[in-house]
């Protein structure tokens, strides 16, 4: 999946002429050796960069809403002896995460700057401490004050997208992951297409088209009306879709890109030959 998009953005800058941001949401540290990596095997070229949501925050300021802090929003920075894990990036704790009892669930997890200052504060047990119930996700000044504050992380999604893609009069928002293709059906903006591709099977079984929905892509596929393009990279899944859901013409087929090795200069015999799949 990653080597195809990165195939297909790289087909972008080459032949379209436009550059391509590949956009991440997690919040690994260690993303300048990852891009330092995909450049030098030559994954990532010039036009195209990594932009990720938290290094993102760290580097802008955000103005503050009117109301920082939402109904029901809960606010409580963890220190340093709160945590049970932290994540560092040149001896700065850029994460510090606190877990349930079972040493496994995470409850809440501490974004911080590169100068230590709090950006973030993501905890998932606002309703009832100690379990995964109710979340409250508050983004942070450089004086560690709420500025903005969200019941889910979609909508900070929305409002990174849309300072992110602020002055751009077209921008196409492409989703290959699963997570994230389920979160753009709720992105709706003038001038921003949107675009998930499905890049494997929407079906658990194998009894398409009338097969149980796969948990991971039923969101997608309940909600074909609230994308500008559905891309599927075989005709036989557009056709299972549409027979199942209806005909609707932002239904696509684009297989993935790939570079082609040169036909070979010797005869085979045609009956050999060798079959490469999973199982």
């Known amino acids: 999946l990653t080597s195809a998009m990165l195939h297909r953005s790289r087909a972008f800058v080459r032949i379209g002429g436009t550059g391509v941001d590949v956009l991440t949401f997690d919040d690994r540290t260690d993303y300048e050796d990852i891009e330092d990596r995909l450049r030098g095997s030559g994954e990532l070229v010039d ?9 993102w925050l760290r580097d802008h300021e955000t103005a503050p809403a009117r109301k920082p802090l939402g109904e029901g929003r809960a606010f409580t920075p963890l220190g340093a002896a ?43 047990d606002c309703h009832e401490a100690g379990t995964s119930s109710g979340r409250s996700l508050v983004l942070c000044g450089r004086d560690g004050r709420p ?49 998930p591709i499905v890049h494997g099977s929407h079906l658990a079984g194998n009894i398409g088209p009338w097969g149980r929905l796969r948990p991971s892509r039923a969101e997608v596929i309940q909600h074909l009306e609230d994308y500008d393009a559905v891309v599927f990279l075989t005709e036989r899944q557009r056709r ?40």
């Open 47 to 55: 036009d195209m960069r990594i932009v990720n949501l938290w290094d």
């Open 82 to 124: 709160d945590a049970d894990r932290s994540a560092y990036r040149d001896g700065i704790a850029l994460t510090r995460t606190r877990l349930a009892a079972d040493g496994r669930t995470v409850l809440q997890t501490d974004h911080h700057r590169m100068d230590g200052s709090l950006l973030a504060t993501d905890r998932h």
């Open 147 to 195: 500025v903005r504050s969200w019941g889910t992380s979609w909508g900070l999604y929305r409002f990174w997208l849309d300072r992110l893609t602020a002055g751009d009069e077209t921008c196409f928002l492409i989703a290959d992951s699963k997570p994230l293709s389920r979160f753009l059906h709720s992105y709706r903006r003038r001038g921003r297409p949107t675009v």
């Open 240 to 279: 299972d879709v549409s027979i199942r859901f209806g005909q609707r013409p932002n239904l696509c087929v684009i297989p993935n890109s790939r570079t082609l090795p040169p036909e070979p200069e010797f005869d085979r015999p045609s009956s050999h030959g060798i079959m490469l799949c999973t199982l």
